[in-house]
């Protein structure tokens, strides 16, 4: 379905074109069917059928014109039609098709009965009927076809545009029922003998019929200004319901028709009764909506062509009444006074008043399409013409001089010189032509190639919107102009430039921009977003966008990435854009998009260099707050690193020495990574080191710890922490751990992990935190090992998402008690990064290891 919509959208005015070209020869048909081959003999006067029998019956004269061609020969109200031509009657029906057969001003033979009972056999003239009623529709149907049709090509997206090209579709086809023998009875005939072709010939007749009307009624809806209850999708779904209902009630009652033949007919007729009560009522409410639409338009120039409406609408309505309720009146028949039915024709002056209108007022940007044929058209076709000319003479005169047998080369070579010298001289010529007769657009077009050159060297956001906004509303006097600008951190459009807007804090929230100029990217190169697509794109904004006059909008779009919009209201001369103006605007749009885009990542990528180097900062002073050299302590091998996962980190590690026997370390991690981790790693930092050096206890330098960091950390964050205390003279180590990772012991092949009780940092006041904290005391063996490390390394990833853990690291540390502490660690490093392989840290890590000599 989408594929056949995007066929449909991009080939629709080749679909349009051919579409028209059918109908205006159905158009031309119905009205040579109207003047030639539909006409009705007539013999001035009135048949009257009085059934006799079940299967019988009898047809007497009324209403016979005094000195008619039935009065002439002899025939008075009252008398009785036996034969026509010798054949005997049994209806109107065969009376009138015996009569039809005759030419205009042949003589067709009747017997009548007098009222004496005399037999009387005479001669009557026949005259032919013109349906004028048909004439009229079939005259109008092509001209709002071809009004249609322009205007449509002027806009194809144009909602009144659309409607006003199906209303002539439909008012051709409702005329095409002159083609087919749709009256009453000879319609039953029809549809006994050619059922198919008469059930799919009334069914288009009908809908046609029927559609026109709600099309009429919703077309004065919608223009110039659109109701803002007809933009409700319940009142259009209302409108296709009611119409769709009222057509497929005819189509079946007319189908009926087929087997119960006369049966079916009253109720035929009753539903023509009501349908026409309906297109009355219809009509009523199109003519007081026009009145509305007048009242409310504040521009006298503007209400002129609604004006012009109102009184087509009006003459349409007077002629209507007058051929339904005057002719009756002041005629006795249609057969004997044709003449007072004939002002029916008239009607046709009302597709021409709306064609006057649209063409004198430049509606439904029809001029666009009108002026650019005629003078583009008829100054091309002159230019060509005059090479032509030139070319053609000059070609002649060397060839007679060269011999008539190289004529022929001739005439290819100059004909090549013609084609060449055209072309290249075609876009000159459409320039002058652009200036002599559209002024306007060609200032707009010397003014926005400037600015294309202008903008493309600008840098910054500010001044590329400031260069836009003198250019539109100063160089280009446009007195309503706005840029919606895309703010990227709350993904909204806002009005950060404009003019002529009575409220200019107007923020976005919810757009359909990229599906909308999708959808009309295929089938035109400048897509814009017009008033009728505003509920579409901006749900929420829609009204606010009409009331400010806003008419179109240009989306400013860089890889399918909506970077903000034009707003555009009406130009110097109060006219709409379009056309060439819409061609140069959305050109200029797109340079303004990449324009902006490319500021908006040349700020983005220097406050990224700025970031960067204030990290690299933060980095370098991280890494001198951690151990710039080891202790020296006699009886412990010691090394120490931090490598964080971004460029500064959360964790931390330090070894305070407080004599030549006693050495604290402490590795911590903090919840999260990054700057804010690092922020509170140094606040750690500070605390222990102030800290050890009241206490000798790390079960009682963490209680203290904790009680001063649970007052001033977030409560989204915490801390682990593992504190020891070796003691080289009594051979131990004092170890107590917060919620961190365990200590890792390893000594002549054996690995040992110590987990002691105790919860983060911060995350409790101190009464939980007190009671579950618990230290140990261990005894040092020579050549034993202590690992100190951060979950970084134990949860270290590989690209199956598999966890280097425990136990590897038990692994890489067993049979380590020979190497020294660096070795140690080398070796953990390089398993860890060979685990890992090409997937990027997901966390800071840090190890620290103790080795006793």
């Known amino acids: 379905m989408n594929e056949l919509k995007r066929y449909f959208l991009k080939y629709r005015l080749n679909i349009a074109s051919g579409l028209t070209l059918i109908l205006a020869f159905i158009a031309v048909l119905s009205i040579y069917f109207s003047l030639e081959v539909r006409l009705q003999s007539n013999d001035e006067c009135l048949w009257e059928p009085k059934k006799v029998s079940k299967d019988s019956v009898a047809i007497y004269f009324d209403k016979v014109k005094v000195n008619g061609v039935s009065w002439n020969a002899g025939i008075r109200n009252g008398d009785q039609l036996l034969e026509i031509d010798g054949v005997k009657l049994s209806g109107t029906l065969q009376a009138q098709e015996i009569l039809n057969e005759f030419n205009s001003g042949e003589l067709a033979d009747y017997t009548v009965e007098k ?41 194809p997206d144009g909602l009144a545009q659309r409607i006003f090209y199906a209303l002539g579709v439909f008012t051709v086809l409702t005329a095409a029922g002159v083609l087919f023998p749709l009256d009453d009875l000879f319609f039953i005939k029809f549809i006994t003998e050619q059922p198919e072709t008469a059930l799919i010939a009334g069914s288009i007749i009908i809908i046609s019929q029927v559609f026109v009307q709600f099309l009429v009624l919703y077309f004065v809806w919608s223009f110039p200004v659109q109701f803002k209850f007809a933009t409700k999708k319940s009142v259009k779904i209302a409108l296709i319901a009611a119409a769709i209902i009222l057509s497929l009630t005819g189509i079946i009652i007319a189908s009926s028709l087929y087997w119960t033949n006369f049966n079916s007919l009253r109720l035929f007729r009753s539903w023509q009764s009501f349908t026409r009560i309906t297109f009355l009522i219809i009509y009523i409410v199109s003519w007081f909506s026009l009145l509305v639409q007048y009242r409310r338009e504040k521009n006298p120039i503007k209400k002129k062509p609604v004006l012009l409406f109102i009184i087509a609408f009006t003459f349409g309505s007077l002629i209507q009444l007058y051929v339904g309720a005057i002719a009756p009146a002041i005629s006795d028949t249609v057969f004997n ?40 058209g008829a100054a091309m076709a002159t230019v060509a013409a005059i090479y032509f000319i030139v070319i053609y003479l000059l070609g002649q005169g060397i060839s007679r001089v060269l011999g008539a047998e190289n ?36 200032a707009y077009q010397r003014v926005l190639i400037q600015f294309s050159n202008d903008v493309s060297t600008v840098v910054g956001t500010d001044k590329i919107l400031d260069l836009t906004s003198t250019t539109f509303i100063e160089a280009l006097k446009i007195n309503k102009f706005g840029i919606l600008l895309r703010d990227y951190k709350k993904d909204v459009l806002t009005l950060s430039r404009g003019i002529g807007f009575s409220n200019p804090d107007c923020v976005i929230e919810k757009s359909n921009i990229i599906t909308v100029f999708k959808e009309k990217s295929l089938v035109s190169n400048t897509p814009v977003i017009e008033q009728q ?71 983005s990528e220097s406050e990224k260099i700025k970031i960067e180097r204030d990290l690299d900062l933060a980095r370098k002073i991280q890494q001198g707050l951690l151990p710039k050299c080891i202790p020296n302590l006699n009886g412990l091998d010691i090394c120490g690193e931090m490598i964080p996962a971004m460029q500064v980190g959360g964790d931390y590690y330090d070894l305070i020495q407080l004599s030549d026997t006693k050495l604290f370390v402490a590795v911590g991690d903090v919840s999260g990574k990054g700057l804010s981790a690092s922020l509170y790693m140094t606040k750690l930092q500070t605390m222990v080191q102030i800290s050890t050096k009241m206490s000798f206890s790390p079960k009682e330098i963490l209680i203290e710890i904790n009680k001063r960091l649970y007052e001033s950390i977030e409560r989204s ?77 134990t949860e270290a990833m590989n690209e199956k998402d598999e966890l280097f853990g425990e136990d590897k690291l038990n692994e890489v540390l067993k049979g380590k008690s020979k190497s020294r502490s660096t070795e140690v660690m080398d070796k953990v490093w390089s398993e860890v990064k060979l685990f890992r392989g090409s997937t990027p840290p997901n966390d800071d890590m840090t190890m620290v290891i103790v080795k006793v000599n």
């Open 533 to 603: 697509d505003f509920i579409k794109v901006f749900p929420d904004k829609a009204e606010r966008l009409i009331e400010e006059g806003v008419y179109s909008i240009i989306p400013m779009i860089v890889k399918s990435k909506v970077i903000g919009a034009l707003l555009f209201g009406l130009k110097y001369s109060g006219s709409k854009f379009g056309g060439k103006d819409l061609e140069l605007l959305n050109a200029a749009a797109n340079q303004i998009a990449i324009s902006l885009e490319n500021a908006r990542l040349y700020q």
């Open 115 to 155: 009222k004496t009972g005399e037999i009387l056999k005479t001669k009557v003239y026949v005259k032919k009927l013109i349906q004028f009623d048909k004439l009229a529709a079939a005259i109008s149907g092509l001209i709002f076809l071809l009004i249609g049709f322009i205007v449509y090509s002027a806009k």
């Open 337 to 376: 006074s044709p003449e007072y039915y004939m002002p029916i024709v008239l009607v046709v002056f009302v597709p021409i008043i709306f064609a006057y209108a649209i063409f004198k007022y430049h509606l439904l940007d029809v001029s666009i399409v009108v002026r650019n044929t005629i003078i583009y």
């Open 717 to 793: 964050w915490f801390i682990t922490m593992t504190l020891a205390l070796f003691d080289t003279e009594t051979k131990t180590v004092k170890f107590c751990r917060a919620g961190h990772m365990p200590l890792i012991t390893a000594n002549n092949g054996t690995v040992e992990s110590i987990k002691t009780e105790g919860i983060g940092l911060g995350l409790e006041k101190g009464e939980v935190f007190d009671r579950t904290l618990q230290e140990v005391e261990i005894k040092t063996k020579s050549n034993q090992i202590f690992a100190f490390f951060s979950d970084g390394i």
């Open 407 to 442: 004529q022929g080369f001739v005439a290819g070579i100059f004909f090549l010189i013609f084609a060449f010298v055209f072309q290249s001289t075609k876009d000159k010529f459409q320039s002058f032509l652009t200036r002599k007769f559209y002024p306007e657009q060609f």
